[in-house]
């Protein structure tokens, strides 16, 4: 009986005993005041990211998760819906402050901006870290005329 220390007898309504365990710790919600938006904008589809200050994931958005499909998903107002998604599931854990960083050439660029803007949060920066070769590899071979 020393291994059941932790366990206790307790009756149900048909008179037979059930073993319960200890009682499970709950999971302590973040509250994060400034949080910081990844927009991934390609030429088909736009994800949003919203992260704590460490990088852990509190929401994430994109058009097809929100209802669009196909070539919808690569426009601006599915890019805003999505951003506005993101921004709504992140405010669950308090988050009024956001700086954005931006990648990617797609037309979902400002309208995710501006969908994080019209859901209530507060922009303190905005940065474009689109990755740009500086003259890295060569070019493929021209063809004759």
């Known amino acids: 009986m020393a291994e059941d220390t932790?366990?206790?007898?307790a009756s149900s309504k048909n008179g037979k005993t059930a073993?319960?365990?200890?009682?499970v710790k709950r999971k302590v919600k973040k509250n994060v005041s400034e949080a910081l938006?990844?927009?991934?904008?390609?030429f088909n589809?736009?994800?949003?990211?919203?992260?704590?200050?460490?990088?852990?994931?509190?929401?994430?958005?994109s058009p097809g998760l929100v209802g669009?499909?196909?070539?919808?998903?690569?426009?601006?107002?599915?890019?805003t819906k999505a951003a506005e998604d993101a921004a709504y599931k992140a405010q669950k854990y308090g988050v009024r402050e956001a700086k954005?960083?931006?990648?990617g050439p797609g037309s979902g660029r400002n309208a995710a901006v501006k969908g994080i803007d019209s859901a209530g949060i507060r922009i303190t920066l905005l940065s474009d870290i689109t990755p740009l070769p500086h003259n890295g590899c060569r070019p493929r071979k021209q063809p004759r005329k």
């Open 100 to 103: 954005v960083y931006i990648k």
């Open 6 to 9: 932790n366990k206790k007898k």
């Open 68 to 79: 669009f499909k196909g070539s919808k998903k690569s426009t601006a107002f599915g890019a």
């Open 19 to 23: 073993e319960k365990s200890a009682p």
């Open 45 to 61: 589809n736009t994800i949003i990211t919203i992260t704590d200050p460490e990088g852990n994931v509190l929401s994430s958005s």
């Open 37 to 42: 938006v990844y927009v991934n904008a390609t």
